[in-house]
């Protein structure tokens, strides 16, 4: 973990945390099964997001093959906060805020590049990579009024670290390790970030959407929602494959909820039913000979994981789908809005082939043109949008299935239960919203979960 | 915009040019009124269907606002956009029903000489609208470089490549062809 601060003066005075919203609590009712409609639309729940979830979690922030070299960066957001990700010239990566700390201008209007310095457009304050001022147009004005330039920089975030190539970042300086933070839910990541000796990276670039949803319906849907598919993706499944999706809900025995921190993957054993939806045999052969060679590294569960019909969030808002290889951001616009960034993500190791046909597959199945995400934006839209009614958001919503299911006699890590078709991994992504939500710092925040994987494995 | 074309830009006779915009305005028609499979009989065998994404870069970064092996919301042959038809066509495509409304206005149609006999270069503008239900209204603007081939009395398209102006897509899916 790096802090990205260094010895440099920040100017940004990070107000006390806001009173919460009160009775929270009677939000959720989660043994019940059931849940207020009013976290999908309440404004001031949320402002109050802003602040305890976005503010202070671990964010996805960027793939270390985005920006192998000195001065490559990306754009993105943390929230609503534009922040850039730089690789620095000793390798290391920092963030910033995207604006000037002199009149607040945007100081990169490009979504990536490579840089020497970033040169705001308003007055020429220049940049660093650093983050560094290093000089601006009309330099003596500021020297005569005794201006320090090192307390100008731009800000960085807190922390940055990484994890098998995905870079995450947090604007908490109090925030756990990131270790911490993705705690158990690792040893799945690596059925995935892992499979391959040569680890994953993004390629073909960044395709951007906007849909009139709140972030939690996409979220939540990762998390744990396989259920939908039989029925949301009949269409895109007999377009693609030439039949209806896998009936998962008749083979429990085979499948998991698993969660731990409020991240949560839901997953078969079948080894490629993801991958199968994109309709290309060559992935499939690709697969089926790296299982092996991922069970002897990862052993057997996982390898088989490797492209099964599956899922995952990590909390709050990074969702990507195992086998069809889509990875993704769903960066909130208020309750009602989502922008929704989607990359493909690769075996670095794998043929150029076979990168291709990944590409290709995310954009005919989970892209803003693709056969099944063409049926997801209307549902969550229109969930969002009935809770406008003042008497229909009094109506709570239902998300009860799996009480029974969770599985205690295991060695599996994290929470475990029996059958993808369960609503298990959406409890406990609301369960620790609520958490975040109630808890003045990271301090108060409970530690619900127990893991089994060492600390920095 | 990057959009180069090498060919020297040779004009083709008035009467080439008309059954050209007849052919692009036809095409439009059957689009509006979700005449799938007609559609789909314009395309040649070897359709290659490009809409490529666009990346805000800086003027001077040499990689450009798109391109072939980048993002892409269409990269499609003629077994891809026959998929796309077949989940237009069933019953449980929840997202066409009731129906989109569309309308695909093609103006500023220029035609070329292309580069085999009987190809044509054809630049064209378009505007595109959908309507869904109550008040979804999606808008679309850009522009089209098309390879038409000669077949019988009419064409097909033999390739087809589409920028929009908006970086970040401004709707929840792309369900039409543009």
């Known amino acids: ?457 | 915009m990057n959009a180069k074309t090498t060919l020297p830009e040779i004009p083709v006779d008035a009467e080439t040019q008309r059954r050209v915009e007849q052919f692009l305005f036809r095409e439009a028609r059957l689009l509006d009124n979700e005449r799938w499979d007609d559609w789909l009989a314009l395309m040649a065998e070897d359709i290659h269907y490009w809409m490529p994404t666009m990346e805000n870069r800086r003027r001077a970064d040499k990689n450009g606002t798109y391109a072939i092996d980048r993002g892409a919301l269409y990269n499609d042959n003629l077994r891809d956009l026959t998929r796309r038809v077949t989940r237009f066509k069933q019953p449980t495509a929840w997202a066409e029903d009731p129906a989109t409304r569309h309308a695909h206005v093609v103006s500023g149609i220029e035609v070329y000489q292309g580069g085999q006999a009987g190809e044509f270069i054809v630049h064209s503008t378009f505007v595109n609208y959908r309507s869904r239900v109550e008040k979804d209204n999606d808008l679309l603007v850009g522009r089209r470089e098309d390879v038409l081939r000669a077949d019988g009395d009419g064409f097909r398209l033999a390739r087809r490549k589409i920028i929009i102006t908006q970086s970040v897509l401004m709707a929840k899916n792309l369900n039409t062809f543009l």
């Open chain 1, 1 to 457: 973990m790096c802090n990205a601060n260094g010895d440099q003066p920040i100017r940004l005075k990070r107000r006390p945390i806001a009173q919460s919203i009160e009775n929270l609590d009677q939000l959720l009712s989660l043994e019940q099964g059931r849940m207020s409609r009013d976290v999908f639309w309440d404004k001031d729940i949320y402002e109050q997001e802003m602040e305890r979830i976005f503010a202070r979690c671990w964010l996805f922030v960027a793939h270390e093959s985005q920006i192998p070299k000195a001065g490559d960066y990306v754009s993105t957001y943390m929230g609503e906060d534009n922040v850039l990700i730089v690789r620095q010239k000793d390798g290391s990566i920092k963030g910033f805020l995207n604006t000037c700390p002199h009149r607040g201008n945007k100081v990169c209007f490009a979504d990536l590049g490579n840089a020497r310095q970033f040169v705001c457009n308003y007055h020429g304050w220049a940049f660093g990579i650093d983050g560094g001022l290093k000089g601006m147009h009309a330099s003596e004005t500021y020297e005569a009024a005794g201006m320090d330039k090192s307390e100008h920089g731009l800000h960085p975030v807190a922390h940055v670290d990484s994890y098998r190539g995905l870079i995450f970042a947090t604007l908490d300086p109090d925030a756990p390790s990131l270790a911490d933070y993705l705690g158990d839910m690792r040893y799945y990541l690596d059925a995935v970030f892992d499979m391959d000796e040569g680890g994953t990276e993004f390629i073909g670039g960044c395709v951007k959407s906007v849909i009139q949803c709140n972030w939690k319906y996409a979220s939540e849907n990762f998390v744990g929602d396989i259920l939908h598919a039989g029925w949301t993706h009949d269409s895109g499944a007999k377009a693609m494959v030439g039949g209806p999706v896998a009936e998962v809900h008749k083979t429990p025995e085979q499948s998991y909820h698993v969660n731990f921190n409020g991240h949560g993957w839901e997953f078969n054993q079948d080894i490629v039913g993801n991958c199968a939806t994109l309709g290309e045999k060559e992935l499939l052969k690709y697969l089926y000979v790296l299982q092996p060679k991922v069970a002897e590294r990862l052993g057997e569960l996982r390898s088989k994981m490797i492209g099964a019909i599956s899922s995952c969030t990590l909390f709050p808002n990074t969702s990507f789908l195992p086998g069809q290889n889509t990875f993704r951001t769903w960066h909130p616009r208020g309750p009602g809005q989502i922008e929704l960034h989607t990359w493909t993500f690769v075996n670095k190791k794998a043929p150029q082939e076979i990168k291709d046909m990944w590409r290709k597959g995310t954009m005919m199945t989970f892209s803003p043109s693709g056969v099944f995400e063409m049926d997801d934006g209307e549902n969550w839209e229109y969930s969002t949008r009935s809770n406008a009614g003042f008497v229909t958001r009094q109506q709570d919503l239902y998300l009860g299935l799996g009480h029974d299911t969770r599985v205690e006699d295991t060695d599996l890590p994290g929470n475990v239960y029996q059958g993808q078709i369960n609503e298990a991994n959406q409890r406990a992504f609301y369960q620790r919203w609520l958490d975040l939500m109630k808890a003045d710092s990271w301090k108060t925040v409970p530690q619900r979960d127990v893991p089994k994987m060492k600390e920095g494995v």
